[in-house]
Structures are given as C-alpha cells and as structure tokens.
C-alpha cells in the first residue's frame, strides 16, 4: 500500500473472498461474515490511498425478499455503520457487477443514505467499445446519483485489447457522467492469452507488453477535465425503489445499533485508479446516522447508576442500625454501672444485709452513678455505727477520713 502511494495509485478493496461471500443462490448475512467484513475495515481504514470498499462483485440474482439483493444492501448498510461509529474517515461502499437496471436503481433507492452504495463500477471488458452501447448506458447513467466509473476497460479484438475506449471515456460528453475507470488487466495472467495484461514477470524483472505501450499513447492524447470536490454540489437524487423490490431488509447480524460519532459529511468521490486520469464526480448524499436504540431499554450507564445507588441504601441501613444498637448500649451500661450481673446481684446481698433502703448505695462507686436517680444525701461520721440486723455493728464505708458524697447527686 505504501507502494501504491507513492506512485499515486489509488485502491479498492473487495470484502468478499471466496470463503467469505453473500451467495446468489442461498444468500445470507451473518456473524462471521460481519467480523471478516469489520476486520478489514480495521486494517485498510490506516492508508490513505485507500479509495473505498467493494461490497459485492456480481452477486445478485434479484431483490426480492428472497433473493441476494437485500442481503448486499442489509451488508452495505452495517459497513458503512460501523465507519461512522468507528470515527473513521468517511470511506465510500460500492458495488461492481454488469450492466442490470433493476439492481443497479434498488442499491441506490430510498429515502436515507444509511442503506445505498456510495459508488458504482459497471463491469464489462469491452464498455464503451461501441458508439450505440456507450449512448444508451450514459443516457440512463445521466441521473444516477452517485458516482459511476469502468470497473474494466478495454476493447479487445482478435489478438491484443486496442484500448479505444479511452478516447470516449475523457472525453467531453461522458466525462460528465463518467468518473474514469480501472484498465483490465494489469498483469500478464496467461502465456496463452496475451490479450489481456500490461506487464509480466520473469527471472530478469518486469517486462511490458504491446498493450502496455498501446494504453501510454491513448492516455497521452486525453485531456479530462476535473472538478474540486469541495465545490462540487450534488444535484441528482436517489430514485423510487423498484417494483417488487424487498420492503425490509435483514437485520444486523450481532444484534446492535451502530449511532454516528460525528456528523457525517459527503462521501469521498471517486477518481480514476491504476494510472487512469481523474473527472468530473458526483459525491453521494450526506449520510444519515443509524436511528438509536429505544429508550425502553435501560443504558449500560443507567444500570451501573442503579447498582451504585442501591449499594449506598443497604450501606446506610447497616450504619444507621450499627449506631443505634451501639447508643442503646451505652446507655444500658451507664444505667447499670460498671459491674457485671454477678457483681451487682452480690451488691444487692450486702446492700440487704446492711440495712439499706432500696434507694442506699452500698459503695461510693455505685452512689455515684445512682445518685443521680436517687437524689438523696449521704452523710457519715467515723464516730457513728449503724446497728444492721445481725449480732456483730458494722461500720459504715464512709469513714472520718473519706467523706465522700456529701451531695451526691
């Protein structure tokens, strides 16, 4: 590819090989084609002599539900889908097949751009060769509304392809509606028939052949004229969709809805390739974005939102449960003192064997605490006894040296 640039050689790129087709006769549009189709978007997207991709080289048989053309369209309309999500550069999707006017106005019908080809390459070696042949194809062309070129040219005769199409091709009149063309064929393919190819290989390095030398003096004669893109303004409009053509289309195969990242604007045009001159071209319409999903559905945001929300409630109740059972507690432990069951039950013995009233504390400790309630004096002297129900005088715990509670409160 960086060959190509160099020299000024713009390419095309074929999604489809041989294991990786949407078939005529049992068409489809799956998963694994959808992957195949993306990864070389991926990789070719990087080199800007890339011109656009080729979805399709004669594959539809019809459009019809049933039939292959909805599929290349349902195909069409995810690539071009997944560029705009991808953010890449507006890169066009184009069909190449033979002259067929039903398909050629179904991939350019409809009212949105999202599922019409950007491009398309009218296959056929000798196009162009006859004076009645390129009148009527460039008549009907005339309004097409986006940009048509040769995916193949040459005129061949007995022995050798003369190439004299290519004075037609550039010249005044069809270079209005033409957008150049790819030479068939670059490379010599078979010794056996030579008619076709411009150089070959052999031990030596590349050698030319006649046709080479006819193509270099036709181009050498031609003056095309060109426009800017960036001036040019379409004036051509998709046509209605034909008679019987499909009213849906498959669905994208990994079931998603690729949105556009950014505004979409007119696809690259298309310029002649392999060392053909430029001309006039028609850009495709601005693309319209894939619709969004339906807001039905929760957003992968809104469900992450939902989660965190929900974490933070039940973290709350734990909390707030946490520090109520907690503040309980300690006023529990206040209310008791200090003391275990045990201790307390002890206390209450000694508190009866002593003659105290049930609101009397037995120790300066537990007075304390309890006066509080109790709201009661206590006053001692070390001089007097209290006689308790027993046969021995207890001395009060209050002694002459310790006066404590004097007010206890």
Not at 110 to 120: E, P, Q, S
Not at 259 to 284: E, H, N
Not at 399 to 406: A, F, I, V
Request: some cysteine; aromatic content about 8%; hydrophobic content about 35%.
């Amino acid at each position: 590819m960086a060959l190509f640039a160099q020299a000024g050689i713009y390419v095309m790129v074929d999604f489809m090989a041989p294991q990786y087709r949407i078939s005529s006769g049992n068409p489809t549009w799956n998963k694994v084609l959808y992957n195949h189709y993306t990864s070389v978007i991926d990789i070719m997207q990087t080199y800007n002599s890339l011109l656009g991709f080729i979805l399709g080289d004669d594959v539809i048989d019809g459009i019809s539900q049933n039939d292959s053309g909805p599929y290349v369209k349902a195909a069409i309309r995810d690539m071009k889908a997944y560029i705009r999500h991808k953010r890449y550069r507006p890169i066009p999707v184009g069909y190449v097949s033979e002259y067929e006017d039903d398909a050629l106005v179904y991939l350019n019908c409809g009212d949105k751009n999202d599922d019409t080809i950007d491009f398309w390459g009218m296959n056929s070696r000798d196009g162009l060769c006859g004076d009645v042949n390129h009148k009527v194809v460039t008549t009907t062309l005339s309004t097409y509304s986006v940009p048509v070129f040769l995916a193949a040219y040459g005129c061949a005769d007995s022995t050798q392809w003369n190439y004299s199409n290519i004075d037609v091709l550039y010249g005044q009149s069809l270079s209005q509606v033409w957008s150049g063309g790819v030479i068939y064929q670059y490379f010599i393919v078979s010794r056996d028939d030579p008619r076709f190819g411009l150089v070959g290989i052999q031990a030596t390095g590349v050698i030319t052949v006649t046709n080479y030398q006819n193509i270099s003096r036709h181009l050498a004669t031609v003056l095309p004229s060109s426009i800017n893109s960036e001036k040019y303004i379409p004036t051509n409009t998709a046509a209605a969709c034909p008679v019987g053509a499909a009213s849906s289309l498959p669905p994208n195969p990994i079931a998603v809805s690729l949105t556009a990242s950014s505004p979409r604007t007119s696809a690259d045009t298309v310029s002649a390739t392999a060392a053909t001159a430029s001309s006039p071209r028609k850009s495709a319409s601005s693309i319209t974005p894939t619709p969004k999903a339906s807001n039905d559905a929760l957003s992968p945001g809104g469900k992450v939102g939902i989660g965190i929300g929900s974490a933070l409630l039940v973290l709350s109740l734990v909390l707030g449960t946490f520090f109520i059972r907690k503040r309980a507690m300690e006023r529990k432990r206040i209310d008791r003192g200090p003391w275990t069951k045990t201790e307390l039950a002890a206390d209450d013995v000694d508190r009866e064997a002593r003659g105290y009233g049930p609101h009397m504390a037995a120790s300066i400790q537990r007075a304390e605490v309890e006066g509080s309630g109790v709201m009661r004096e206590v006053q001692a002297d070390s001089s007097e006894r209290f006689e308790a129900p027993g046969d021995l005088p207890v001395l009060p715990e209050l002694s002459g040296t310790s006066r404590r509670g004097d007010s206890l409160m």
